[in-house]
T-cell receptor, first 113, second 112 residues
Framework: DAGVIQSPRHEVTEMGQEVTLRCKPI?????LFWYRQTMMRGLELLIY????????DSGMPEDRFSAKMPNASFSTLKIQPSEPRDSAVYFC???????????FGSGTRLTVV | KQEVTQIPAALSVPEGENLVLNCSFT??????LQWFRQDPGKGLTSLLL?????REQTSGRLNASLDKSSGRSTLYIAASQPGDSATYLC???????????FGKGTLLTVNP
């Protein structure tokens, strides 16, 4: 398996633009997580899904952020409109229903100028 | 609300030294605790996981301990090597919720 695949690896966008981050979890994993990492706040959970259904979105900072999981092999995190304070590394992770193993993607480094 | 703190924020040691990284958490009602490694520009790699009923776990030169009652965990690295240089993150899972709460990490540099 190629692991959790995120795209793009790097994204630079102007303030006010829409940004879409993509994630392909490991096949067979029931859970998918979106995390954001900044120097100030560390790694924070934004939202997670179980069998494509959002379970906990309490970490989504505001209405500008939205996440979807239309099927078991694809998820998106969208920011509209983007702001400079959204600059961070966004990680996607997945895990199976049983066991303890989380697998993280390599992240998307977002810079909003 | 669970909070996880890691001390020190950065550590620099000469090759071959044994070292300890610390992690503390505010709510002792945890399900398990994990230590991850993060290399620059990469994702996180799980190193060790300790269930709430366990006291320690070992993998090669790594040993992680857990004292749930005091809200503390340590990661011991024996005979450190330059390849161990990375950021080490502690993460706590509380209850049946699959959410992980992370510390901010310790940046370890092992000098040849």
């Amino acid at each position: 398996d190629a692991g959790v695949i995120q795209s793009p690896r790097h994204e630079v966008t102007e303030m006010g633009q829409e940004v879409t981050l993509r994630c392909k979890p490991i096949s067979g994993h029931d859970y998918l997580f979106w995390y954001r990492q900044t120097m100030m706040r560390g790694l924070e959970l934004l939202i997670y899904f179980n069998n494509n259904v959002p379970i906990d979105d309490s970490g989504m900072p505001e209405d500008r952020f939205s996440a979807k999981m239309p099927n078991a092999s694809f998820s998106t995190l969208k920011i509209q409109p983007s702001e400079p304070r959204d600059s961070a590394v966004y990680f996607c992770a997945s895990r199976p229903g049983q066991g303890n193993g989380y697998t993280f993607g390599s992240g998307t480094r977002l810079t909003v100028v | 609300k669970q909070e996880v703190t890691q001390i020190p924020a950065a550590l620099s040691v000469p090759e071959g030294e044994n070292l300890v990284l610390n992690c503390s958490f505010t709510d002792s009602a945890i399900y398990n605790l994990q230590w991850f490694r993060q290399d620059p520009g990469k994702g996180l790699t799980s190193l060790l996981l300790i269930q709430s009923s366990q006291r320690e776990q070992t993998s090669g030169r790594l040993n992680a301990s857990l004292d749930k009652s005091s809200g503390r965990s340590t990661l011991y690295i024996a005979a450190s090597q330059p390849g161990d240089s990375a950021t080490y993150l502690c993460a706590v899972r509380s209850g049946s919720n699959y959410k992980l709460t992370f510390g901010k990490g310790t940046l370890l540099t092992v000098n040849p």
